[in-house]
């Protein structure tokens, strides 16, 4: 065993629980006495001494956790730095009444500023679908 391990827990506030995502533990020198695992001593020329060891660990339970908070009955919303795509553009004001050049010229804009935040690094699309509206 070690001397100490601290945890980072995360929090599933739907539930109110917590749950263990990463650890840290300080294993001394136990296992490198153990399997003779030596350093040379930067203070004495030709003496070895054993290593301190530490171990981290972060595992996948933190996918779990993550779905967990970011989502719920109607998917997934994952922070933008891993999110496939960052940004997806509607566009609004189309209606029955528009005519079909009219709602090109919509969807060509809505097209335009995916192209240009694409541009910027941004993963970005158009979603143009009919008979859809997210709640």
Avoid at 45 to 72: A, F, P, Y
Avoid at 102 to 108: M, N, P, S, T, Y
């Amino acid at each position: 065993g070690g001397y100490y391990t601290t945890t980072v827990e995360g929090y599933i506030p739907s539930n109110g629980r917590g749950i263990q995502g990463a650890t840290s533990h300080c294993l001394g020198q136990n296992f490198s006495k153990m399997f003779d695992i030596t350093v040379e001593n930067p203070e004495k020329k030709g003496e070895k001494i054993h290593v301190w060891q530490n171990s981290w660990g972060l595992s996948t339970r933190v996918i779990g956790v993550m779905v967990m908070i970011h989502g719920d009955d109607k998917g997934l919303v994952l922070p933008p730095r891993i999110a496939k795509t960052q940004v997806i553009l509607i566009a609004v004001g189309i209606t029955a009444k528009t005519t079909p050049e009219d709602r090109e010229k919509l969807e060509g804009k809505t097209d335009d500023l995916r192209n240009e935040l694409r541009k910027a690094g941004l993963r970005a699309e158009s979603d143009l679908r009919e008979g859809y509206t997210p709640a």
